[in-house]
């Protein structure tokens, strides 16, 4: 038959669901008004707006499989490139290869970047686009749903929300950011110290974008207290006859009668034969920063002189594909007291009273602008600014590709000078310990994901170029002064903390950029950027309109559009992206 129902076992990603998928490549119809590449967090939200009215048949291609279907297989095996300012050392590329994509498999710490994050995604894209932090802000709130902080949390906490920033659909195809009712006590005397910092505000919703102390949510189900993912919200019991589903599959390549998308070349992987589908409006790649980049180099859209050594005709040259590679990077400090901070007996009386729900975590965040962290946040703005671009880009980078460098870095110098901007550059947690994880949440440097023209369809070079430009070092070791100035300030200082990573004896700038090159790992799981929504001057690869440039019917929804990497953790912000996305696809 040509659908089938299964029932999937319960695991622990979701509860016990009913949901209709084809059961082999097989039973794919011939063709579909719109196909789309990729079944995780952008590919199946758009889907599942796409086929909402019932007016248009919609097909998601996904390479990985439901969960179940194929036990511990839900991560892409991926080792990146050297990174030679970072000793040389490689990094595992972990991102999902199942139904749901990272959404299924991430750490489910769920956030928004700032306001200036998404207005610089405006800037970046053609004139008269309709991307920014107003216009986006919707989005937030049609695809996210706030379950708000408990009564029985106690009010020394201090969980600031506004509705304003949120939706309130607790529908069963929702997406959700839950607040437990237990917010771990040892937090208390961090945050005390903390909002006393020059330049830290607290904020009056984690979601406002603004930056400041708050706290952050998790993506749990608040009815099931399961995760909260794209596969649950956004396909799980929907069961519609124009939307389906195939699992297994890898797109080859987009077909095009001259330059229009006219549909898909897959080959799924129990076979070993390829066959095509047509998509009779348009072909939507939402497989990620890692490998939509891949198809459309596969589709002859790149590169040409990458395209060319790899043997693939050139339908577009188009620099931009692959390069402006993000992602957030990160370095550890951790401290040991002498004695520890003292709770106070009612609250800690209050929190062991409390009984967990078990509806995922939630933590106390901090997220500041480069003025809150360093004095010398103007010098650091000018030393940007004062910098030949082209020398922290791979050698032999296309003049458009260099000149959209050029333009982000400009905005990030305004931004830092700035002591008033929301655009932020650290951001770390309090886990109760005196142990951090300092994130520079906006790098300078900037890597790429490219074909390997000696065997195209196997996994893309990623090479993150891990602190290429050294400004990230610097930054970096501005995050750990913070750090130290937070462990000696108010309450905090008054219990003689003995600093362990780096350790003291890293004691001047120049000793801790070696330390920073030694120990910095130049990812947390967010790829972001290979397929940017930038000016074609720029490097950019979609329109404001996320179509790609030089060919119709194609377009790209997912965070490979991202101009620049957002302040937080990156689901909720493709979240919103999709949404948008399928809109623009509407033309709603």
Not at 354 to 366: E, F, M, V, Y
Request: net charge neutral.
């Amino acid at each position: 038959m040509a659908r089938w129902i299964i029932a999937l076992a319960c695991t622990w990603l979701v509860t016990p669901v009913v949901g209709v998928f084809l059961e082999t490549y097989k039973d794919a119809k011939d063709a579909y008004d719109y196909i789309i590449v990729g079944g995780g967090t952008a590919g199946l939200t758009v889907a599942d707006r796409l086929s909402e009215s019932g007016q248009h048949s919609v097909l998601v291609v996904e390479f990985g499989y439901l969960d179940g279907q194929r036990p511990g297989q839900t991560l892409y095996s991926i080792t990146s490139a050297p990174s030679p300012e970072l000793g040389n050392r490689t990094f595992s590329v972990d991102i999902g290869c199942v139904v749901g994509g990272s959404s299924a498999v991430n750490g489910m710490i769920f956030q928004r970047g700032t306001a200036a994050d998404y207005d610089i995604w405006g800037e970046l894209a053609p004139l008269n686009n309709t991307w920014s932090w107003e216009n986006i802000l919707p989005y937030f709130k049609k695809g996210i749903q706030l379950t708000p902080p408990k009564p029985e949390i106690p009010a020394d906490f201090n969980v600031k929300y506004d509705m304003k920033y949120w939706g309130s659909n607790y529908s069963d195809h929702s997406i959700f950011a839950t607040y437990p009712n237990y917010l771990n006590p040892r937090t208390y005397p961090y945050y005390q110290t903390v909002k006393g910092i020059p330049g830290v505000n607290i904020i009056e919703d984690s979601g406002s974008g603004k930056t400041g102390l708050s706290y952050w949510m998790s993506s749990t189900n608040p009815k099931t207290g399961l995760r909260s993912y794209a596969r649950a919200g956004h396909w799980d019991g929907l069961n519609r006859s124009n939307y389906d589903l195939l699992t297994g599959a890898r797109v080859n390549r987009i077909l095009f009668n001259e330059t229009t998308a006219t549909g898909i070349l897959l080959t799924p992987r129990n076979a070993n034969h390829s066959f095509s589908i047509t998509a009779r409006h348009e072909v939507i790649i939402s497989a990620g920063a890692i490998h939509t980049l891949q198809v459309l180099q596969l589709s002859g859209i790149g590169p040409a002189p990458l395209l060319k050594a790899a043997g693939i005709p050139v339908l577009v040259d188009l620099p931009g594909v692959g390069s402006n590679f993000q992602d957030h990077s990160y370095t550890t400090a951790s401290f040991r007291f002498s004695t520890p901070p003292a709770i106070p007996a009612s609250l800690l009386s209050q929190s062991q009273s409390i009984t967990p729900d078990n509806l995922g975590r939630a933590g106390l965040g901090l997220s500041l602008p480069l003025s809150a962290i360093t004095p010398n946040y103007t010098s650091l703005a000018a030393r940007l600014l004062a910098q030949d671009p082209a020398s922290h880009l791979p050698a032999g980078a296309h003049p458009t590709v260099v000149a959209g460098y050029r333009r982000q870095m400009e905005m990030f110098a305004r931004e830092w000078s700035n002591s008033t901007s929301s655009f932020s550059t650290l951001r770390f947690s309090f886990p109760g310990t005196p142990d951090f994880t300092p994130v520079n949440i906006h790098p300078v440097s900037r890597g790429t994901v490219l074909i390997n023209p000696a065997n195209p369809e196997s996994e893309p070079i990623v090479d993150y170029r891990g602190a290429s430009n050294p400004i990230d070092v610097d930054l970096a070791v501005e995050s750990i002064k913070f750090l130290r100035r937070i462990m000696n300030s108010g309450e905090l200082a008054k219990h003689n903390a003995t600093e362990l990573s780096p350790g003291r004896r890293w004691d001047s700038d120049e000793k801790l950029r070696e330390w920073v090159r030694r120990e910095s790992v130049p990812s947390v799981y967010h790829p972001v950027g290979t397929a940017a929504m930038m000016r074609r001057e720029w490097g950019g690869v979609v329109d404001g309109e996320l179509r790609v440039y030089g060919v119709t019917g194609l377009r790209v929804v997912d965070a490979s559009v991202m101009g620049v990497i957002v302040g937080g953790t990156t689901s909720m912000s493709v979240y919103a992206l999709a949404e948008k996305g399928a809109d623009l696809i509407r033309g709603v």
